[in-house]
């Protein structure tokens, strides 16, 4: 296995780990000290989906003219994503940023290096 495939498989499994880590700090404990309808809860939905698109990023990634519809095909999902949980009365507008942090979180702490380097499309 090559280096790179090595270091990538390494960030999905942290990204993976931290993911479910926010999810517990910031859903799950709320839920159990507070009840399981509480809205402020962060959403696993955009979380977990998040780390989805996050994974299919390695196979868009090779192809360079692929990342900017991706990033806006991504953006669509996780939007409709969010507003639909709202919607249906699942979370909060708190709870849906919650599952962003996590997200987010997850996604930049294993590639704190490059993002510190800043982004390039």
Do not use: C
């Amino acid at each position: 296995m090559q280096a790179h495939t090595r270091k990538q498989i390494i960030w999905l499994i942290e990204t993976a780990v931290l993911t479910l880590a926010g999810l517990v700090l910031f859903k799950y404990i709320p839920m159990m000290i507070f009840g399981n309808n509480i809205l402020f809860d962060a959403s696993s939905h955009v979380a977990w989906t998040s780390f989805g698109l996050y994974f299919l990023w390695f196979f868009i990634d090779q192809n360079k003219y692929l990342r900017i519809p991706y990033m806006l095909l991504a953006s669509v999902i996780l939007i409709l994503m969010a507003v639909q949980r709202i919607f249906a009365g699942e979370h909060n507008e708190i709870g849906v940023l919650l599952g962003f942090f996590v997200a987010g979180m997850a996604i930049i702490i294993p590639r704190w290096r490059e993002f510190r380097r800043g982004i390039k499309f």
